[in-house]
């Protein structure tokens, strides 16, 4: 479950009844959420018919027994689909999440969603610009995507939380993002990161220190153009939060060197902490960094800049410094679950 549907939940539960429906391979217990399950077997011949049934019988039963009044899905897939359907046949109000795009989202995944666009009342998205990014792609017509209720309601984040000491820096460079196949190695940007910092070593006669945090795929890795074992260190997928505060903590800067995004909690988590921070302009990144006052932003799929940028703060301390500490006091001006919560209340009222 996505971090912040899961903290959404919990700011939620004491004030509005939830419940929520998951695949059975999601055994999870959440105090005062009462929660149901549909069977997913494997893809076999029967298994998409089983799951279709369960989720309607699931489906009907939550709205019948539970009388529930508002539907909230966050991922558009076919069951999500089948969930709006229902949900829109019994008369109860139908909300889309979505969370972010690719710029070459599979055609399947897009059916769906454009599946869940028609059957919803309300759509939510965490960046101003998705709209016109997602009607790129969408077999939908412009006009009519157009004229559906988008709403904009921003990522939040947990600012005592995310607050941890100082500690020497260790590495040059972190990077946070699951890079396991080809598509997900394209869409962060990790070729670009990689290109950057051999730029960065045959100007600066240097060997970067850059940590990777993140699931990973070391034979894809490999074959990367300019890649150097010899600057990389890979962590892979880390559950414990306050070790992945540690790695942020002992980097000098973070690096978000995407394609495409939505509104990027790694980004968000390292403003938070103080980190200086170099991200590409993608998504909603424009909405966390103001360029060269709250972070350095820079062109996607563009090495030399990224480059340029790694120089100038890897060179300069203090503007180091002064870049996360503004970083810092703009997430906690203008993204607290205080002020996201006050607009989600708000609008769910209206709803």
């Known amino acids: 479950m996505e971090k912040y549907v899961f903290n959404l939940i919990h700011k939620l539960k004491g004030k509005h009844k939830i419940v929520l429906l998951l695949p059975d391979k999601y055994n999870i217990d959440i105090p005062q959420v009462k929660i149901y399950n549909f069977l997913n077997p494997p893809k076999k011949i029967s298994g998409p018919l089983i799951t279709f049934l369960s989720l309607m019988f699931q489906t009907i039963r939550i709205l019948t027994k539970e009388k529930i009044e508002v539907i909230s899905t966050w991922i558009p897939s076919a069951s999500s689909s089948i969930v709006h359907l ?31 666009l028609i059957f919803s009342d309300k759509i939510i998205i965490n960046s101003r610009d998705f709209v016109e990014r997602y009607i790129a792609q969408s077999f939908l ?38 890079i396991h196949n080809p598509p997900r190695i394209i869409n962060k940007g990790f070729d670009t990161l990689v290109k950057a910092v051999h730029i960065v070593q045959c100007r600066e006669a240097t060997n970067l220190n850059v940590l990777v945090i993140g699931e990973y795929d070391w034979p894809l890795i490999q074959k990367l153009e300019n890649f150097n074992a010899n600057n990389f260190k890979f962590v892979g997928h880390i559950k414990n939060r306050r070790q992945i505060m540690q790695y942020l903590k002992q980097s000098k800067i973070f690096v978000l060197s995407s394609r495409t995004e939505g509104m990027p909690n790694a980004l968000m988590e390292a403003l938070t902490l103080g980190c200086s921070c170099i991200a590409t302009k993608v998504g909603a990144v424009q909405e966390l960094i103001e360029n060269e006052k709250t972070g350095v932003l820079i062109p996607p799929n563009d090495p030399e800049s990224l480059a340029l940028a790694i120089i100038k703060l890897i060179r300069d301390e203090n503007y180091r410094r002064k870049l996360g500490q503004d970083g810092r006091e703009f997430m906690k001006k203008s993204f607290s679950w205080e002020q996201t919560m006050r607009t989600i209340e708000y609008f769910y009222k209206k709803v």
């Open 141 to 178: 017509p412009g006009n009519y995507l157009r004229g559906k209720e988008w709403v904009y309601i921003p990522n939040a984040i947990n600012f005592n939380y995310w607050n941890a000491p100082d500690e020497e820096k260790i590495y040059d460079l972190v990077f946070v993002g699951y």
């Open 86 to 116: 229902i949900s829109r046949s019994l008369h109860r109000k139908v909300l889309t999440n979505i969370r972010g795009v690719y710029e070459k989202e599979s055609r399947l995944y897009l059916l769906f969603a454009d599946l869940n």
